[in-house]
Every structure is written in C-alpha cells, then in structure tokens.
C-alpha cells in the first residue's frame, strides 16, 4: 500500500471515530486493519501513522502521550520483526505441506494395486495412514487364472523416509524376473535390495504369500513381520500360523524358510501390520484377543465389510486418532 494513501486513508478512520466514537468507525477500523495485513503493513508502521495523524488532528496533545507513543513505538519494532519471521515461517510451512500432499498423491499411484477377483477367494482389503504419507505397503499379483500373490511390509517409523522406502520395496518387486515365484525367493532378493540401499536406522518386515488357486495351497515366508492368523471354520477356531524370518535388511546373506498351509472351504488367512495390533486405548495396548473379537463379530459377513468395520471399531476406540499406519487383509476361500 502506497504510504500517502496509508496516511490519508488512517486519517479519515480515525477522525470519524475521534468525532463520533460510533461502531461503524470502529468497524472501518478493523477492515483496514484486515486490508493492510494483506499488504503486509508492519505494526511500528501503523503506530508512526498514527502518531502523526495525532499530532494534526490535535496539536495540543500532551508531550507524555506523543512520548509514549515513542515509546509504543520502539516495542512495535521489536514485535514487528517477530511477527515477519512468523509469517515468513508459517508461508514455509504452507509450501511444505503442499509439497507434501503432492507426495502423497504420488506415493498412492505409485504404490497402487488391484485386488484380484477369483471365483473361489474372496478378499478384503483396507490400508490407512496415520499421517499424510504412509510406512505401510500392501500389494497384489494375479497370476493368470492359477494362482496370486499377496505382499504386505512395513517400515518401522512414519512420514516421508518411511513412505520413501515403501516405494524403493515396490520398485524392487516389479523388477522382479518372473510375478510366480516363491516367496522365499521374493523375501531373499529383496533383502539384498533394502541391505544396499536403505539407511541403516531403518527397518523393513515384510510378508510375502503366493495362494495356489488349484490346489488351494497357501505358500508363504516371513521377514519379521506379524504372524498371521488362521481361522479354522471347522473348528471354529482362530490361531497364528507360524511363520518367521530376519527382519529386511539386517544380513545381506539371510535367508527366508518357506511354509505351506492347505485352505479348506470357510477358512480365513488375516493379514496386518502393527498398526492393528498396537493401537492403544488409555489402559494401553489391545490384545491380539480383541481383534480376534471383532472380526468373529463379523464372521457372518464378506471379507472387505469385515476389514473396514474393524477399522472403524478400533479408530473408535482410540478416539479417532490412528497412532501407526494401519493395513488389514482378508483372504478367505469360498468354493
């Protein structure tokens, strides 16, 4: 704002209230005062104007007053350099977060998937961050009309390098030679990629399964990661399945034992980082028992109407505020 035009325009404001001290001055006052904040009028600006304009309207004016205005003036200084850092700080916050929502928007394309559509599994899946961008990965391959494989990992930490590693793993998996290939095999090459490329301060556990849909053969290998858990619809029963390996990245030379599992009708392979399992309530973290809980109370149900009120259970229980990156899949075999 041109200084002349400041002076001229405080001065009609502030003559209108000197005369009549009404509320429509006042208002006149606080939309200048909305107007030169967008011009980034600074406030020992203002107070200068107004000192002038004071000493015009009333040259009488005591000396004590137009000394402390002086006075006002020189704190106006020092208060005016804080509040231009703070505004130059908060636009720097503004560019960040944008930047960070582009990245966000990326890292979702980026790490986007399909969830295979077979006549004889039927699958559920739900995926949500904590914070803007997310530590955790889940991906799917369908293999032709025999077989897919499913992924799931998680970087131990949040934000931006844990969202970064996740994309350098789906990379690393889609410059894979072949999509069938036993995990085991999967777990053993991508280890070797994250123990060359990733920060040592950083962690990946990962689970890596291939579901034969002949044979309904379930074959799977561990880095670390959650064990699953199996429900026997038979037996009407939920337990892990054992499975165990070398976190990624620990040992370049580490190798992953692989493990079968035979899926009969009903039967449930459930799948989560831990973000499921240590969400916390005010008495601490939830037992393995309470999810178990809760999606026995939706057994009745498909397996995505089962993730997604999971979910919404267990936000609800920690009063909407996701604490950890939060991955849940269901594989259930129909026929």
């Not at 130059?88 to 960040?96: A, K, V």
């Not at 131990?156 to 999509?179: E, F, H, N, R, V």
């Not at 919404?312 to 849940?328: G, S, V």
């Amino acid at each position: 704002m041109n200084y002349d035009k400041l002076e001229s325009e405080y001065k009609e404001i502030l003559s209108a209230y000197l005369n009549r001290q009404s509320e429509e001055a006042l208002y006149k006052g606080q939309e200048f005062s909305r107007r030169i904040l967008g011009e980034k009028v600074s406030p020992e600006e203002i107070i200068s104007v107004h000192k002038a304009m004071l000493q015009d309207l009333s040259p009488e004016i005591p000396d004590n007053i137009l000394h402390s205005l002086d006075f006002l003036l020189e704190v106006m200084i020092g208060y005016g350099i804080a509040y231009r850092e703070h505004q130059s700080l908060r636009h720097r916050q503004q560019e960040i977060q944008t930047e960070i929502e582009i990245a966000a928007n990326v890292q979702q394309t980026l790490l986007e998937t399909k969830i295979p559509e077979t006549d004889s599994v039927e699958i559920g899946a739900i995926s949500v961050a904590a914070k803007h961008m997310s530590g955790d990965y889940y991906h799917f391959v369908h293999n032709e009309k025999d077989s897919f494989s499913v992924a799931i990992a998680d970087v131990i930490g949040k934000g931006i390098p844990a969202a970064m590693c996740m994309s350098m793993i789906k990379y690393a998996m889609d410059s894979l030679p072949d999509t069938r290939v036993a995990p085991s095999y999967v777990l053993g090459n991508l280890n070797r990629v994250v123990e060359q490329n990733v920060d040592a301060s950083m962690f990946i556990t990962m689970f890596y399964g291939m579901y034969d849909l002949h044979k309904h053969l379930f074959s799977f290998s561990s880095a670390g990661h959650e064990p699953p858990l199996y429900f026997d619809a038979k037996k009407n029963e939920f337990y892990e399945l054992d499975a165990r390996g070398l976190v990624l990245g620990i040992d370049r030379l580490a190798t992953y034992q692989q493990y079968e599992k035979q899926i009969e009708v009903d039967d449930m392979v459930i799948l989560f980082s831990d973000g499921v399992t240590e969400c916390r309530t005010e008495e601490g973290f939830i037992e393995v028992d309470k999810i178990i809980d809760l999606i026995r109370s939706y057994i009745h149900l498909p397996p995505q109407a089962i993730v997604e009120l999971v979910y919404r259970d267990l936000e609800k229980i920690q009063d909407f505020q996701l604490r950890d990156d939060f991955t849940l899949i269901i594989l259930k075999r129909k026929v």
